[in-house]
Nanobody, 118 residues
């Protein structure tokens, strides 16, 4: 039923850019806050970026402010993460998350690997 499918990960050199996409299906996308999380080896999963239902409000982790941009297209049921000026410490599996906190609903994608290395 519910699916979140990430794409766009890969290998990139420091200073490079990647654009991640998350295609959603099986639920009413516009009712959910959308988030990008990441988890690096040996570290806790952390929230990278979040965007409100209508796309009018965004939040970012301090470590990515000014470099990453989250956006959504409700007509396409898709959320994006544009990542610029990538650093080696950005290397992680990036996960798409859909959240409807008022009802305790949360869905997760399987993740896409981003490797930043020279």
């Amino acid at each position: 039923q519910v699916q979140l499918v990430e794409s766009g990960g890969g290998l990139v050199q420091p200073g490079g850019s990647l654009r991640l996409s998350c295609a959603a299906s099986g639920f009413t996308f516009s009712l959910y806050r959308m988030n990008w999380y990441r988890q690096a080896p040996g570290k806790e999963r952390e929230l990278v970026a979040a965007i409100a239902r209508g796309g009018g409000s965004t939040n970012y982790a301090d470590s990515v402010k000014g470099r990453f941009t989250i956006s959504r297209d409700n007509a396409k049921n898709t959320v994006y993460l544009q990542m610029n000026s990538l650093k080696s410490e950005d290397t992680a599996v990036y996960y798409c998350n859909a959240d409807w906190t008022d009802w305790g609903l949360s869905y997760w994608g399987k993740g896409t690997l981003v490797t930043v290395s020279s």
